[in-house]
């Protein structure tokens, strides 16, 4: 069985991809949409963190959070959005046959098991993420540019200054800071 490493530093700062199960385009529901905004809050108000960018594509979502500084239990919030999520999600499964593992843990056919996730060192990395959060749309074929996709932090980020409403990192260099 393979033997994950975890960073455990209380106050981190994360980046994470989360991968519906067989990578099953879930989000492009607007009922499946609605209720990762509600789990994600109602997991927020149960083990806080600071969320500073997120962008929803149909079969996954990347997103940073930062842990209070007495914290660095990012699994437990993984394990809440995802179980919340299969217990109020009603619709949007396809019928698909469960494996005898997933049968055994329980598990509903919506999320992969794992997340991946990756510790930001600094404000230069963390400035990379957040782009990297806001162009992935337009890397899929999903839009154009990043202003074009709905269901992604960049508008906030345009409505607080730290991006022009045409931005696109291959064409110019963007100094910008980060935070909530």
């Known amino acids: 069985m393979p033997n994950y490493i975890r960073v455990r530093d209380k106050g981190i700062t994360l980046f994470f991809t989360v991968v519906t199960y067989q990578r099953r ?15 994600l809050q109602i997991t927020r108000n ?37 179980a919340n999520f299969s217990r109020l999600y009603k619709t ?15 598990e509903k056919a ?8 990756h510790a ?3 404000e230069e990395d963390l400035s990379r993420h957040v782009d990297y959060i806001h162009y992935n749309p337009v890397k899929h074929g999903l839009a154009d540019s990043p202003s074009e996709w709905q269901w992604s932090s960049f508008h906030s980020y345009v409505e607080r200054g730290i991006y022009e ?14 935070g909530e």
């Open 25 to 39: 385009p879930l989000f492009e529901d607007e009922n499946a949409r609605n209720c990762l905004k509600e789990v």
């Open 46 to 82: 149960k083990y806080p963190f600071t969320q500073h960018a997120i962008c929803l594509l149909p079969d996954h979502l990347h997103c940073i959070w930062t842990l209070p500084e007495n914290d660095d239990d990012y699994s437990t919030r993984w394990s809440s959005i995802k």
């Open 92 to 106: 949007g499964q396809d019928g698909s046959p469960l494996s005898a593992s997933r049968k055994k843990r329980r």
């Open 110 to 117: 919506f999320w992969q098991r794992r997340f991946w996730e």
């Open 120 to 122: 930001i060192r600094d």
């Open 165 to 178: 409403s045409d931005w696109n990192p291959y064409l110019e260099e963007n100094d910008r800071e980060y």
